[in-house]
């Protein structure tokens, strides 16, 4: 058992919400440019225009940057985060997977190398070979989107991996191919958000027109690949996860409102974007205001923001679905934890010799409830608990504490309670004394 830590305020979801949807919007943001510089360099150079060249150029310089500086350093922040917020089921992955987040890593050093040898190789080395080395930054960045979303989509849907525990049935699951190509599909969707961005550098008007025209159709075809992989997605979910975001959908009893919200903010988004992008696509115009090519920026952001929150919110209450629950509890020690106690096994273990209940109702808190709320702050127990008595904490407590995990739960979102009853009372305890009087 690891020890807990859990900064107040956003907390520990708000903290990986932060950095993760960042980090993995900047990531897609990465594998796309590395195509989109790569190509665009070959679409210039082919049609003889040195204008198209140079948008490729000045656009490689920010993409260095970007994945060097900032997507190093939120990937980092990311371990930090979900280390701190879920050490269980972190491990879990590390075990699982080592392989994979190895090759992983070859291959981002190798993307990094070749981004920064593309930058500083313009104009220095001959045509063929700096586009040689474009397209191994690109290849190296889609390939680390191979292996990333291996791991991702198994923490959805790891389908076969139960019975073998193999690493290949692991990577390989359900979900697999549908979100690679849905997310190969965002990539280009964000390369061509970007590229209508830096357009306005291109100082000729009819070069401008036709990299406009370009990141139009980036937009629109990468969207179509992701709304059609969406549908193919929604078809390989695990049954439950599925029948979730249906009553979800259609505002059903054991459905998440929010995931309904998330769904149709996430639709508005995209579909806004569709537009722009179709409109610059055939209008073909010679510039774009700004602030519009910002706020498309913005938007994308925001809509992927909703789909990857949403995709974190159908894994609930899992870290890996069926595997190891979002508070680090695997789902087959659950009976364990209820007949022995779940502290047991904690450094915390030495409280249960007491009689302070309010240490142990705390303790439990921090290691079965912290993850997903705070005291106060992002979803914040002291709300939830409003208008609460006794009598419904009693009940709360003892529909957790008593759930079958093999069944749909009232509460879709949250783990079963892994206690015994001293400290499932504890826990009663604690809840009670949160309760404003
Ligand atoms: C995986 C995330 C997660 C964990 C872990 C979790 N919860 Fe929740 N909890 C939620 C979500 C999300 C909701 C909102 C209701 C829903 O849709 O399930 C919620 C709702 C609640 C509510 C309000 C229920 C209602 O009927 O209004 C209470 C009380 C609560 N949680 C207490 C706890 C306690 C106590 C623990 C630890 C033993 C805990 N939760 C662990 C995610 C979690």
């Known amino acids: 058992m690891f020890p807990v830590l859990s900064p107040e305020g956003v907390g520990l979801p ?15 943001f990465a594998v ?3 195509m989109y510089l790569v190509t665009t360099e070959r679409w210039g150079r082919k049609l003889g225009r040195p204008g198209l060249v140079g948008h490729a150029e000045r656009h490689s310089r920010f993409f260095v940057l970007l994945t060097l ?19 269980d089921s972190t491990f879990f992955l590390i075990r699982t997977f080592v392989w994979g987040w190895a090759t992983e890593w070859c291959f981002f050093l190798i993307e990094l190398t070749a ?60 979900t697999y191919w549908p979100t690679t190509f849905l997310r190969l599909g965002v990539c280009a969707f964000v ?54 975001l249906e009553r979800s959908l259609d505002g059903a009893r054991g459905g998440v ?54 995709r974190e919110v159908l894994r609930k209450p899992y870290s890996v679905r069926d ?21 047991t096994s904690t450094p915390e273990a030495h409280l249960l010799q007491g009689t302070d209940d309010l240490a142990i109702g705390d303790a439990l808190y921090r290691r079965q409830c912290a993850v997903c709320h705070t005291l106060d702050g992002y979803r914040g127990l002291d709300g939830l608990l409003e208008g609460w008595d006794t009598n419904r904490v009693g009940t709360f407590l003892t529909v957790m504490s008593k759930q079958d995990p093999a069944r749909a739960a009232i509460w879709s979102s949250m783990p079963p309670l ?13 809840m009670l004394a949160r309760l404003k009087p």
């Open 14 to 28: 708000g903290l990986i919400a932060l950095i993760a949807v960042t980090h993995v919007f900047v990531a897609h």
């Open 115 to 174: 981004a920064v040898v593309y930058y500083k190789t313009w104009r220095r080395i001959d045509d063929k070979t700096h586009m040689a080395v474009g397209w191994v930054y690109a290849l190296a960045s889609i390939t680390t989107l191979l292996v990333i979303n291996g791991i991702l989509s198994f923490m959805l849907s790891p389908g076969a991996w139960h019975e073998t525990k193999s690493f290949w049935s692991g990577v390989f699951n359900p």
């Open 257 to 310: 409102p929010l995931l309904a919200t998330l769904y149709r903010l996430g639709g508005i988004a995209f579909g806004v974007l569709f537009l722009v992008g179709l409109v610059c696509a055939v209008a073909k115009p010679t510039r774009l205001p700004r602030a519009a090519a910002l706020g498309l920026l913005a938007l994308g952001l925001f809509g992927f923001g909703c789909a990857e929150y949403a």
């Open 32 to 34: 796309g440019g590395g």
């Open 69 to 87: 500086v900032f997507g190093a350093l939120s990937g980092v922040g990311i371990w930090f985060a979900i280390g701190l917020a879920s050490p």
């Open 418 to 430: 892994a206690a015994n009853q001293r400290e499932v009372d504890a826990l009663r305890t604690w």
């Open 323 to 343: 595997v190891i629950y979002a508070n680090g509890i695997y789902r087959d020690e659950l009976e364990h934890h209820r007949e022995v106690g779940f502290l």
């Open 191 to 244: 390369a061509g958000s970007f590229g209508l961005f830096t357009a306005r550098h291109v100082v000729a008007d009819d070069d401008r027109r036709l990299v406009i025209a370009r990141a139009g159709r980036w937009i629109v075809s990468g969207l179509v690949v992701a709304a059609a992989c969406f549908v193919w997605t929604r078809s390989a979910l695990p049954a439950d996860a599925a029948g979730i």
